[in-house]
């Protein structure tokens, strides 16, 4: 069974850094698109970024040039870097997995933002 675990949430002052961590386990995910998206209190989830197997990121406009995308595929780990975090930004923080027969999601890990 494949699962997602994210770490590396947790408080952080407006304008810090944290670097989100995603282990998967039960699968090797190389040649899987993975992403990271958001939710916060009351608001949809919302896409953050994503990576292609070959390293290609793409990046929701609110974050670009802040967050950086990566992956190391022989830990099956991926990994965002979230620089210069904003007040408005605290959300569970979650990772996922694109397949061709559907999602694997995390469980989130928290970010909360103090301004």
């Known amino acids: 069974q494949v699962h997602l675990v994210e770490s590396g949430g947790g408080l952080v002052q407006a304008g810090g850094s944290l670097r989100l961590s995603c282990s998967v386990s039960?699968?090797?995910?190389?040649?899987?698109?993975m992403g990271w998206y958001r939710q916060a209190r009351c608001k949809e989830r919302e896409l953050v970024a994503d990576?292609?197997?070959?390293?290609?990121?793409n990046y929701a406009d609110s974050v670009k040039g802040r967050f950086t995308f990566s992956r190391d595929n022989f830990k099956n780990k991926v990994y965002l870097q979230m620089n210069s975090l904003k007040s408005e930004e605290p959300a569970v923080y979650y990772c996922?997995?694109?397949?061709?027969?559907?999602?694997?999601w995390g469980q989130g890990t928290q970010v909360t933002v103090s301004s």
């Open positions: 996922v997995r694109y397949t061709p027969s559907g999602t694997n």
């Open positions: 990576i292609t197997s070959g390293g290609s990121t």
């Open positions: 039960g699968t090797m995910f190389s040649s899987n698109t």
